[in-house]
T-cell receptor, first 113, second 110 residues
Framework: EPEVTQTPSHQVTQMGQEVILRCVPISNHLYFYWYRQILGQKVEFLVSFYNNEISEKSEIFDDQFSVERPDGSNFTLKIRSTKLEDSAMYFC???????????FGSGTQLSVL | QQQVKQSPQSLIVQKGGISIINCAYENTAFDYFPWYQQFPGKGPALLIAIRPDVSEKKEGRFTISFNKSAKQFSLHIMDSQPGDSATYFCAPSGTYKYIFGTGTRLKVLA
């Protein structure tokens, strides 16, 4: 089965630093998402992306966050100035035009010190 | 965000027993009702899903029951196995937005 690939698997950064989390969605998918999960708890929606623009974002996705699909294959999440509370597992997901099954990557564990 | 509530938060079942997890939602625009299974250190993976035109769907040991008027749907795991021990999330969706429930940690005792 095709996979969503996320890199790195772990990222440690200092508070106030910028981080970029990278994802390669499944090649024929059209809708892309970032979610985050703190310590195995609720999976929280951050942002959805379609046709090279944000289609929806949550309250969590403030001005410190941005997403980009720079080259038609990668999908990135940037956190401009990380805070301690940004520490979480970040999941990228994608789905096709039917928008039914969400395919998730294995996640990037972000630790902000 | 739209409210999606799951119950129970955690569940312990003996091997061979039935596990039942419930999901209640508010948004009547949802038109796709999936359950995701997540193992530690992994992303959620689709387990089973239903569209609102049917009230029940069965795939192997897993069954979804859907009650449109009550705005609820449930996951039944028959003959629960230790390998089913995981966290389960409902994630009703509509217009390409998926809202995950609060999660249920299932532990199946051998």
């Amino acid at each position: 089965e095709p996979e969503v690939t996320q890199t790195p698997s772990h990222q440690v950064t200092q508070m106030g630093q910028e981080v970029i989390l990278r994802c390669v969605p499944i090649s024929n998918h059209l809708y892309f998402y970032w979610y985050r999960q703190i310590l195995g708890q609720k999976v929280e929606f951050l942002v959805s992306f379609y046709n090279n623009e944000i289609s929806e974002k949550s309250e969590i996705f403030d001005d410190q966050f941005s997403v980009e699909r720079p080259d038609g294959s990668n999908f990135t999440l940037k956190i401009r100035s990380t805070k301690l509370e940004d520490s979480a597992m970040y999941f990228c997901a994608s789905t096709d035009h039917l928008a039914e099954k969400l395919f998730f990557g294995s996640g990037t564990q972000l630790s902000v010190l | 965000q739209q409210q999606v509530k799951q119950s129970p938060q955690s569940l312990i079942v003996q091997k061979g027993g039935i596990s039942i997890i419930n999901c209640a939602y508010e948004n009547t625009a949802f038109d796709y009702f999936p359950w995701y299974q997540q193992f530690p250190g992994k992303g959620p993976a689709l387990l089973i899903a239903i569209r609102p035109d049917v009230s029940e769907k069965k795939e192997g040991r897993f069954t979804i029951s859907f009650n449109k008027s009550a705005k609820q749907f449930s996951l039944h795991i028959m003959d629960s196995q230790p390998g089913d021990s995981a966290t389960y999330f409902c994630a009703p969706s509509g217009t390409y937005k998926y809202i995950f429930g609060t999660g249920t940690r299932l532990k199946v005792l051998a």
